[in-house]
């Protein structure tokens, strides 16, 4: 069975630093996305990264700010998140799969979604 689980969320004030972890298990995955949904918005890209690592990239609304990475052998995902600004508040979401893509339906699997809440 295919699971991908976030954790790290929470609540943090303006400025704060937050880490996400996507863990997987059942398969290995090629690529990788975190997405954001916040309360009445669709959901929205945030970043991704292929299998190596070396390819990343982000939405304008977070680059420089925010950084995905991966451990290949763990099997997981991170998304390092400094200078969180209010805007950033919303359920992040990891999602994983064959396509590398910047669009939620590129992706195969969803994890449960992760809240981040940041306060002016």
């Known amino acids: 069975q295919v699971q991908l689980v976030e954790s790290g969320g929470g609540l943090v004030q303006a400025g704060g630093s937050l880490r996400l972890s996507c863990a997987a298990s059942g398969r290995t995955f090629n690529n990788y996305g975190w997405f954001r949904q916040a309360p009445g918005k669709e959901r929205e890209f945030v970043a991704a990264t ?71």
């Open 50 to 120: 292929s299998r190596s690592g070396g390819t990343t990239y982000y939405a304008d609304s977070v680059r420089g700010r925010f950084t995905i990475s991966r451990d290949n052998a763990k099997n997981t995902v991170y998304l390092q998140m400094n200078s969180l600004k209010p805007e950033d508040t919303a359920v992040y979401y990891c999602a994983a799969g064959s396509v590398y893509g910047v669009s939620p339906g590129q992706y195969d699997y969803w994890g449960q979604g992760t809240q981040v809440t940041v306060s002016s």
